[in-house]
């Protein structure tokens, strides 16, 4: 069960995703490669996760009760690493390795070099498959724990991602929770212009999936579609999360540009700027 | 002659030699583990009767996922599975898994460190008639540039039974080529199988040369021998069932001892055993060698008998590349 999401809390949590997003441009400055958008717009599902609906230890990364949490859009791992990191997995500090040699944070994410990383990913279409194969482990050894897969809609392009789409159905895995980062933006173009997804929706429920359409800005609606999931008992769920590619960082905003590339120096101060004003407000609304 | 150490099936050699497909080991081999170890678990994409999975699958229902004609997903699945705790054994035929799913493979079973056990059947012109689209002849070479992999080719059904087996105690990914033809059973329950070691399947005073051979080839490398010590001309025999890691222990021996090398594989002759050997010769001990297999082609539908023979694979040809070898040898 998942506490329930006070106002306090929610603040707290909304104050997290702020401090998750500047860690996220810190870390991608310094790395000096890397994706920007699709981090900073799935960094309130990140903080909904780590620090509310997830039954986990950071001090345990291996236990095997926990939930899973698989990013099988491994690109966007900057935003898993800050959100781990301020969770407690390992020190903020290591973020400033990002990329670079001998670092357990690698460019795509690698499940045998960081504890906690749950799954190899960022070759695009597979994270659904894994988290199946955990789901039937799950089930065989009864045990309760939930997986969660977070997917873009890029990869759904890939034929590998339907695949695992049947199979999940077939096998009524209702302990398998889908979240899409439905932002619209793939790395060379809008989505409806490079592969028409919609209507996204009515696909998953032909495809006998339990569907829920959120915005994935808004970490209370989150945390609610995830409750509301886990009510379910005979289909998986797939939470649709609108999102803003680039969220908090107006120039970035809904630009598929920021989709592949970190900011240089002077747009790093500038959208440390706007988060910091940002957090201003969100501690001052709340009181 | 025949290696009286490893207790081989002494009608080896006889016409009415029992035949029976290295898939079918496979299939025995799982049904075993199942009543072994509750952890191992089956997958197939629609080829379950074909794989010899099913033997596994109609007894434990509960352990088997039918993944549909979805390689890749089949693949992953596993790989989640592996890293739960689980020793899954997936099956297809080769030229798809590991030919289709090669990346997904790549990815989320050997760089994920996945304790998952890939079985590739109809490997190899073996599989006859359906021709060349299902003939995997590249599937060793693809999964050998792997690192973390180990790769076993059992010799015939009796062999095979056992590589599967001995497969689930290791942890980690392992790939399995099995043959879809009935082929001779050269081994016995007692011969001595271990990951890792070649075994000297056909020893001689004094050879002149070895013949390496993987998979059911074995036996043509056998017969080639036998017929070669007619002709007075002696040789080793070496059965290479894991072709990762290579036995470089054994390879140096027969170079040292033999100076020449013949190998034989239904496979084609780049990035396969030959591929393996030669590349650790190079650096180590350079030594002549000829390549028996697939030359830089497709073959074709037929019967297996008559692909062997039209694409230069059989006794005859070994015969011939043992001829070739010893003539090239430096003194």
Redesign the interface.
């Known amino acids: 069960m998942i506490d329930k999401l006070h106002d306090e809390k929610l603040k707290e949590l909304e104050l997290k995703a702020n401090k998750i997003r500047q860690l996220i441009i810190e870390t991608l400055v310094e790395a000096k490669s890397g994706h920007s958008a699709g981090p900073l717009g799935m960094a309130d599902i990140f903080t909904a996760f780590y620090f509310h609906i997830l039954n986990h230890d950071p001090k345990n990364p291996n236990w095997?009760d926990r939930d899973r949490l698989i990013l099988s859009n491994g690109h966007i791992c900057p935003v898993r690493y800050a959100t781990m990191a301020l969770a407690g997995y390992f020190p903020i500090e290591e973020l400033k390795t990002l990329r670079k040699l001998n670092s357990r944070l690698q460019g795509h994410p690698?499940?045998?070099s960081l504890p906690g990383v749950?799954?190899?990913?960022?070759?695009l279409?597979?994270g659904i498959?894994?988290?199946?194969?955990?789901?039937?482990?799950?089930k065989?050894?009864k045990k309760n724990y939930y997986v969660y897969c977070l997917t873009s809609d890029g990869e759904h392009d890939e034929?590998?991602t339907w695949?695992?789409v049947?199979?999940a159905a077939k096998n009524k895995l209702n302990n398998l929770i889908q979240i899409i980062d439905r932002n619209y933006i793939q790395i060379d173009g809008r989505t409806e212009n490079i592969m028409p997804l919609d209507p996204l929706k009515e696909k998953y429920e032909s495809f006998n999936w339990n569907t829920i359409g959120i915005d994935g800005n808004d970490i209370k609606s989150f945390v609610n579609a995830i409750e509301s999931a886990k009510l379910v008992i005979d289909k998986p769920t797939i939470i649709i999360a609108n999102t803003i590619p680039g969220k908090g960082v107006s120039f970035m905003e809904n630009d598929y540009h920021w989709h592949g590339k970190p900011p240089n120096k002077e747009e790093a101060e500038k959208a440390l700027d706007e988060l910091r004003t940002l957090q201003g407000k969100i501690e001052s609304e709340h009181e | 002659m025949l290696n009286p150490d490893l207790k081989l099936n002494p009608k080896l050699f006889d016409q009415d030699v029992e035949v029976k497909s290295t898939r079918a080991g496979y299939g025995e081999g799982l049904l075993a583990l199942g009543e072994k170890n509750p952890n191992v678990?089956a997958l197939s994409a629609d080829l379950t009767e074909s794989t010899y999975a099913h033997l596994f699958a109609e007894k434990f229902p509960?352990?088997f996922?039918q993944?549909?004609v979805?390689e890749?997903?089949m693949?992953?699945?596993?790989?989640?599975?592996?890293?739960?705790?689980?020793i899954?054994f997936m099956s297809s035929y080769a030229t798809f898994s590991p030919g289709k799913n090669w990346?997904?493979i790549r990815?989320?079973i050997i760089?994920?460190?996945s304790n998952v056990k890939i079985a590739g059947h109809h490997a190899g012109i073996m599989t006859g008639p359906d021709g060349a689209t299902h003939q995997a002849t590249e599937d060793i070479a693809i999964v050998r540039s792997w690192p973390n992999i180990k790769i076993i080719v059992p010799c015939d059904s009796t062999e095979g039974k056992k590589a599967t087996v001995s497969a689930s105690e290791i942890d980690g990914p392992v790939y399995l080529r099995f043959t879809r033809d009935k082929t001779p059973i050269m081994t016995t329950p007692q011969t001595p199988f271990e990951i890792g070691k070649i075994q000297t399947f056909w020893i001689s005073d004094a050879p002149v040369a070895t013949i390496f051979a993987t998979g059911y080839m074995l036996h043509y490398a056998l017969l080639a021998a036998k017929e070669l010590k007619q002709q007075e001309i002696k040789v080793s025999v070496a059965n290479v069932s894991t072709i990762k890691p290579l036995d470089k222990k054994a390879i140096i021996t027969f170079a040292k001892n033999t100076k020449a090398f013949v190998t034989v594989e239904d496979h084609q002759v780049m990035g396969g055993l030959g591929g393996a050997i030669a590349e650790f010769l190079a650096k180590n001990i350079p030594t002549p060698m000829e390549f028996i297999g697939l030359q830089n082609t497709f073959a074709e539908s037929g019967k297996p008998t008559e692909l062997i023979e039209k694409y230069g694979m059989g006794k005859e040809s070994i015969k011939e590349a043992v001829k070739r070898v010893i003539c090239r040898k430096t003194i």
């Open positions: 095997e690698h499940r045998t749950e799954t190899t990913s960022g070759p279409g597979e498959s894994q988290a199946i194969g955990m789901t039937l482990a799950a065989l050894d034929g590998n695949e695992a049947m199979f | 678990v509960d352990r996922f993944c549909g979805a890749q997903n693949a992953a699945i596993a790989a989640g599975l592996g890293i739960s705790g689980k899954p990346e997904t990815t989320t760089y994920n460190n």
